[in-house]
């Protein structure tokens, strides 16, 4: 038996730069894993086999779920037809653009590859991701990124600082493909945080300044959808966060602080008011 843990993401600034001719839309922004994490338990099965287990009863335990996909998309890469049983332990939040079902997907690629001695390069690894969606070859390997394209370029960058995370997740659920259809042009036209990106280097990129400009172009359709969102980020203020942004298409927030006491004082504001709430770390390896 193996267990593994599939980090969450948090979007630090998220731009569309366009629609592409395949349908898609190009993107800027920089991705970080954080230690919020979905468990996967590995264990043997009979040849051919794929038995999958999820504790969560309202997401697809069947085909449809990202982690079969992967097996599936795994084997016909490498002709192995050994059987695999994998239990997920659900508890980074669903439709809230925080990754989790494409870091399940891709910590079953890196698992399978170990455990079945695949012999996998990262990059064969992440090329197989992105048949499976367009967040998944960032999780192929942990840490800060800047990821352009559709999500598969990717360049991996320091991160000295510290800073702790209060992520608030909505009741509500986002769907991606429905953002990326009804996001509005507004930030995109001032286009600061690509500017920003473009004018630095990304190998020394300050936290500080960083967080100045922690746009995300989704962040205009979700507080027109979602009024309770702007009391979100209005109370992050109040609470002494350093900056506030929305992580992906939503329907995550997330505060970022200087320390865990001014952390945890915005968690339990948030609780009070009955809200879900995480208190987080980047996770760089
Ligand atoms: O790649 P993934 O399956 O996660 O994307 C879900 C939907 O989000 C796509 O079908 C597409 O409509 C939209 N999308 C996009 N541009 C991206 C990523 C996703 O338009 N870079």
Known sequence: MIVEKAPAKLNL????????PDGYHDLISIFQTIDLCD?????VAKKGQTIFHCDDPKLPSGPDNLVCQAVEVFRQATDID?????RLEKHIPYGAGLGGGSSDAATVLLALNRIWNAGLSLDQLRDLGL??????????????ALVQGRGE??????????????LVAPEFEVATGWAYGNYKKALTEKGGYAT??????????????????????FLPLI?????EVSQILEAFKKNDALSASLSGS??????VFEDQKAAENAVSAFESKGYRVFLCHPMLS
Do not use: A, M
Not at 82 to 86: A, L, P
Not at 153 to 166: A, D, F, Q, T
Not at 223 to 227: A, G, I, R, Y
């Open 13 to 20: 600034g998220l731009q569309i730069l366009g629609k592409r």
């Open 39 to 43: 468990h996967l338990i590995f264990d």
């Open 82 to 86: 050994e059987g695999i049983q994998i």
């Open 131 to 144: 048949n499976l969606g367009s967040d998944v070859p960032f999780f192929i390997q942990k840490g800060t």
């Open 153 to 166: 370029r990717l360049r991996y960058i320091p991160w000295h600082g510290h800073v702790v995370y209060v």
């Open 196 to 217: 920003f990106l473009n004018c630095v280097n990304p190998d020394e990129i300050y936290i500080s300044e960083l967080l100045q400009h922690l746009e995300n172009d």
């Open 223 to 227: 507080l027109q959808t979602h009024s």
């Open 250 to 255: 939503g329907s995550t927030l997330y505060g």
